[in-house]
């Protein structure tokens, strides 16, 4: 077996290379190497200088994913970079590529650090619920002071090389191209001048402004208490920078180990790995592991608007070439509107400069010209949510496109199959679900029909990949995974309004509960209209056992669709997004709960989070169990990037095992005495707790 850590001499240097592909994870195997290899470094008489790289693009991207949740195995990070500091002979950490996390924490107890130009440095574990655990908190601060240390740990997103060296955390940035003949001269430089070399312990330039710092830490618990709602980890993060502004440097690391080891044990941290590991196996497709995907250059959308004009952009943005198909030339110039404002704005806000724009616009393509629909590798039609204008279209795309042409459908609920059917090529027809605004919303859900080919599958995924999404497969189901979920746990949020408990305050409990928004805030945001007309669609075909709230039906009968009407179940200002409570739509709601002699239960706010997410969980359970679903993970990601369910808790099916799925169920089984149809359990979900099960045994390893 290939060594973890490979030991070189040049001369008097050791070139310590860390070789753990692809990222140079610090395994326990690369923390045993490291040990050894600058053990016996230190200890040859021979050696004056020692160096650590990585191999590959990564110096190293940090702790290794597969270690993540389990017992201490062994030698720990800590313990090297400790190592490292007290050095009686200078160490360069040569970052060569990423270094994140504890392959940072490793540089940052070198006495020096190089640069690639290319290399980018942070912390980002505050995205797991942890807090740099091998000294960060202490050594960071001492080198660049609180406010740039407490950005790049609570920011948690990596910076620039470039950016390192303006921080001070990088003390050169190699130009030339070949880091480690750079290096060579360096060290030689710092040899020969008899440059003297500081512990980073010892180190501080970055302690010498106290108001500084002591304003830096205060302006960050102010922000943090006001946007982190259940979050732990950030104020942990706000303590060990204190501390390591204010206590000796081993006190301080002891304090960093206990706030890790207390973030490590916090339901927030096993919520946020969970939705770390759920988006990591969304994109692992059995079916599709060794299928070439199809050509993918040009891409044609159909319809210039809202979700058309944002796809466009997010196609433009992944490199594709791109055909935006309109009608007619009134609506193809909003269209182009649509797609230039975005870069407009990033224009105005210096993140592209003009010419940048007009290098992106080179491969847009907008037309009238339906025929030139044959010139795409795939078409994604974003026309009007309604099933014949969607047949329309398909059965005009089956004369006109190439062979093996992938048709994909961009529908929040519609029946794929159906759609597909119109066509000579049902292979080819998939479902694109994207989220507005499509060139921002991470979720993309890929709808599976009964007759895709494996190959346009893999081409489905693999636009997703290029345009950065968060790709998540789905059965062909009424809703398929987000929105039949969503249908759920909206009904139920009607059920307590009409039981007497205001639209407003459900909102604030959900958003208490850690929501960016609640579900009469979204239905505001995301258009009533969109909902209305799918309730119509389904009107038919509603079991009359089904308890049905009218009162959004009312709403939108008034012309009140949300935002971008001024009113919905909230009144808005001209251009504002900020909703006040309208007692139109309270009276409204009297009215109808008068209509049917609703005994008014003003729900507290642990009553209707155990309402909302019981039948979240309990929809998610029968989703798994008709394999609209993969596994509790997917329903996890769409909710996650798709529906803005707190990250800190990992998904519903996840809060659902942290909860107790015995407690979720006996809550539903309470429930179901007084609506035995909507609160009905899944049979799953059932089936779990009898055998002692979670919904975590059922996901994809």
Request: net charge negative; charged share 25%; proline share 5%.
């Amino acid at each position: 077996m290939k060594d973890a850590v490979v030991l070189n001499q040049e001369e008097t240097n050791s070139l310590i290379t860390i070789s753990n592909p692809p990222v140079n994870a610090l395994s326990h195997e690369v923390r045993k190497g490291l040990m050894k290899a600058i053990n016996d470094s230190l200890e040859d008489p021979g050696i004056e200088t020692l160096a650590i790289i990585g191999s590959g693009k990564f110096f190293s991207a940090g702790a290794d994913i597969q270690e993540f949740g389990k017992p201490s195995q062994g030698l720990q990070l800590p313990e090297i970079c400790n190592l490292i500091e007290s050095s009686t002979k200078p160490v360069f950490a040569l970052i060569n590529g990423t270094a994140l996390g504890g392959g940072l924490e490793l540089a940052l107890s070198a006495h020096f650090r190089i640069a690639v130009p290319s290399a980018k440095i942070g912390l980002p574990e505050i995205h797991l619920g942890l807090l740099p655990g091998s000294g960060g908190t202490q050594r960071l601060p001492r080198i660049i002071g609180a406010e740039k240390a407490l950005e790049m740990m609570l920011n948690g997103n990596p910076v620039s090389a470039q950016v390192g060296l303006s921080y001070g955390v990088i003390d050169w940035v190699d130009e030339t191209g070949d880091l480690t003949v750079s290096a060579r001269g360096i060290i030689q430089e710092v040899l020969e001048e008899k440059q003297s070399f500081t512990a980073t312990r010892e180190r501080t330039e970055g302690l010498q402004d106290e108001g500084g710092n002591r304003n830096a830490i205060e302006d960050q618990r102010i922000v943090w208490g006001k946007k982190a709602k259940g979050l732990y980890s950030p104020f942990q993060i706000i303590d060990c920078v204190k501390n390591a502004l204010s206590l000796p440097f081993q006190e301080g690391l002891q304090f960093e180990r206990e706030s890790f080891n207390r973030c490590l044990e916090s339901p927030q941290r096993k919520g946020l790995i969970h939705a770390f590991f759920a988006e990591r196996r969304c994109k692992k497709i059995h079916e599709i592991r060794d299928v070439q995907p199809r050509k993918l250059e040009t891409l044609a959308v159909l319809g210039g608007g809202t979700m058309g004009g944002g796809i466009t952009v997010a196609a433009l943005d992944a490199g594709l070439n791109v055909v935006m198909i309109e009608r007619d030339e009134a609506s193809l110039d909003k269209g182009r509107t649509n797609v230039e404002k975005v870069y407009d704005r990033h224009i105005s806000k210096g993140r592209m400069s003009s010419d940048e724009k007009q290098k992106i616009l080179s491969r847009y393509h907008p037309t009238t010209d339906f025929e030139k629909v044959s010139s795409a590798d795939m078409v994604i039609e974003a026309v009007f949510e309604e099933m014949e204008v969607k047949k329309d279209v398909f059965r005009k795309l089956d004369q006109c496109v190439r062979p093996g042409t992938v048709l994909a459908s961009n529908t929040s609920y519609l029946d794929i199959d159906q759609i597909a059917s119109t066509t000579s090529r049902p292979q080819d027809v998939l479902g694109l679900h994207f989220f507005s605004p499509a060139n921002i919303m991470k979720l993309l859900e890929i709808v599976v029909p009964s007759r895709l080919s494996d190959d346009a599958l893999a081409t489905g995924f693999a636009l997703a990949n290029r345009m950065g999404k968060v790709p998540v497969r789905a059965g062909n189901s009424d809703g398929f995974i987000g929105n039949r979920i969503l249908g759920a746990y909206a009904k139920v949020a009607g059920y307590m309004m009409e039981d007497g408990t205001s639209p407003y305050r459900i909102d604030e409990a959900v958003r208490d509960f850690g929501y960016p928004i609640g579900p009469f805030q979204m239905f505001d945001l995301a258009g009533g209209d969109i909902g209305w007309a799918n309730r119509k669609r389904n009107a038919e075909s509603r079991d009359p056992q089904e308890r049905y709230v009218h009162v959004a039906d009312r709403i939108c009968e008034r012309g009140w669709f949300g935002q971008k009407t001024g009113r919905g179940f909230y009144l808005y200002e001209e251009n504002s997004r900020n909703g006040f409570e309208d007692p139109e739509v309270l009276a409204i709601i009297d009215e109808e709960r008068s209509k049917k002699e609703i005994r008014i239960r003003d729900y507290d706010p642990e009553e209707i989070i155990r309402r909302y997410l019981g039948a979240m969980v309990n929809e998610g359970a029968k989703v798994l169990g008709e394999k609209v679903a993969r596994c509790p993970s997917d329903i996890d990601a769409v909710q996650l990037y798709g529906y803005g369910f707190p990250r800190f808790r990992g998904g519903p099916m996840k809060y659902a095992d942290m909860y107790g799925i015995d407690r979720i169920l006996q809550d539903i089984q309470e429930l179901s005495e007084e609506d035995p149809f909507f609160w009905k359990p899944s049979e799953l979900l059932q089936d779990l707790v009898s055998k002692g099960q979670t919904f975590d045994d059922l996901n994809l390893q």
